[in-house]
């Protein structure tokens, strides 16, 4: 399972990266801004998760949301939002722009583990992941109920 993180810091983009492999995640692909994450996915295929940081240079995460949902290609990757928004606003205008969930800034191990098991989970239930993509799915979300 291929996800990508996407945020500027370069800190956080490894931050990240670990806890997606401790939890099982075969590749960690990262970028380091919206703009950076659309040329990825223009030839990197495969992705089934992206993490995507909301304040950043050159597109932000909302941006890249929009041009994510609006490509055929890219539309139906499910989409966490890492924000240090917290305001509920904020947070349900992610969700309408077709986030299936967010993660607000700061946050330990085990809520990134939580969200990433809820989303996955979400994923699972609603059908949106099958064969061996959901059998990851079902493996990470494993792992991190133990975290």
């Not at 990825?40 to 240079?57: F, H, Q, R």
């Not at 809520?111 to 699972?124: N, V």
């Amino acid at each position: 399972m291929k996800i990508l993180v996407v945020d500027d810091s370069m800190p956080m983009r490894q931050v990240l990266r670990i806890h997606l492999s401790e939890l099982g995640a075969a590749a960690v692909l990262e970028a380091k801004d919206g703009k950076h994450a659309l040329e990825m996915l223009a030839v990197e295929k495969g992705v089934s998760l992206i993490v995507l940081d909301v304040n950043m240079p050159r597109l932000d995460g909302a941006e890249c949301l929009k041009c994510l949902k609006d490509n055929p290609l890219t539309a139906a990757i499910p989409v966490i939002m890492c924000t240090s928004l917290g305001k509920k606003t904020d947070v349900l205008a992610f969700i309408r722009a077709g986030a299936v969930n967010y993660i607000v800034k700061p946050f330990t191990k085990e809520e990134f583990a939580k969200k990433i098991a809820a989303t996955f989970t979400k994923l699972l239930d609603t059908g949106k992941l099958d064969g061996a993509m959901a059998e990851e799915a079902r493996q990470i979300v494993a792992k991190a109920a133990l975290v």
